[in-house]
């Protein structure tokens, strides 16, 4: 698409400015020494301004009717395989140079430009091809008349000027594909590294999640064990405290006993002392009756000595 603010006065003072410097003012020049501008626009003035030149004038010697009839034929060919080389190369790079310079777009937005390019240029080409074989037309006759093919040599300039132009863009339009290959094969790298990443990020998510729910079950059961524990102790602690209280009794009932035991024991003592002491009561009783007795005895005559 073509820029807005280039005038056709501004390309004709250039092309002015390198033929008075005693340049070749072809649409490279021109396109250089202007330093900006689309150049689409700046070939349609270069255009009409080499349609206005005069041309030197020059005798025209008895045109020969086999030569030009060859000549168109060959101009013709020419034409047409420039026209359709050339005008492709060159709408292809003014295209990506606009793309590159001014909007900077992504990738996508540039195929679809291309897209829309292409549309663009099949439409020139099928038009300049019309224009070819009306050319061809004009240069077969010649032999006619001489203004027809001082038109014809202009046009197989603007012809060559495409023709040159093609070919200073090439370089630089391989340059540039190969440049958006290589940067296609980058992003292409990135994409997958990425998409790596992502995927090695999930499994981890995923891993880390599992853990997680191993973590929170394991916590869940430490947890019940926890209460069951509690409970256990618990239940041990209150049959601590009974076996505490039984033995506290049963000691308590021991000392009873103990104390019933001494105070029986003492009892026992007491009645056995009571006893004894009546026992040798009866004794000393027994022994004085017997004493009594005794003395009766002794008057009795005693035998034997």
Do not use: C, F
Not at 215 to 242: D, F, I, P
């Amino acid at each position: 698409m073509a820029r807005i603010g280039i005038a056709y006065e501004v390309v004709a003072a250039a092309a002015d400015a390198l033929l008075a410097e005693g340049r070749k003012a072809t649409l490279a020049a021109v396109r250089e020494r202007i330093g900006s501008g689309s150049m689409n626009t700046i070939h349609r003035h270069w255009t009409i301004w080499q349609g206005r030149q005069k041309p030197v004038p020059r005798k025209l010697s008895e045109p020969n009717t086999r030569l030009l009839s060859a000549l168109g034929s060959e101009l013709s060919k020419v034409a047409e395989e420039a026209a359709s080389e050339a005008d492709a190369a060159l709408a292809q790079a003014m295209h990506e140079l606009s793309v590159y310079s001014a909007n900077g777009e992504a990738l996508e937005a540039e195929r679809d430009a291309l897209a829309a390019q292409l549309l663009q240029i099949t439409t020139e080409r099928d038009t300049l091809a019309g224009k070819s074989a009306g050319q061809s037309a004009e240069i077969e006759r010649l032999t006619q008349d001489a203004e027809r093919e001082r038109e014809d040599t202009a046009v197989v300039r603007r012809m060559l000027a495409q023709a040159e132009l093609r070919l200073e863009a090439v370089p630089r339009l391989e340059e540039e594909l190969v440049q958006l290959r290589a940067q296609l094969v980058a992003e292409q790298t990135a994409r997958t590294e990425a998409e790596k990443m992502a995927a090695v990020a999930e499994a981890r998510r995923a891993a880390a999640e599992a853990a997680q729910a191993q973590a929170e079950a394991r916590l869940a059961s430490a947890e019940q064990r926890e209460g069951r524990v509690r409970v256990e102790l618990v239940e041990a602690q209150a049959a601590h405290q009974s076996t505490r209280e039984r033995l506290i009794e049963a000691v308590g009932v021991a000392a009873g006993a103990q104390a019933e035991l001494k105070a029986w024991r003492e009892k026992q003592a007491e009645a056995a002392k009571q006893a004894e002491t009546k026992g040798h009561a009866e004794l000393d009783a027994h022994g004085a009756g017997s004493a009594a007795q005794r003395p009766a005895r002794s008057r009795k005559p005693v035998q034997g000595n």
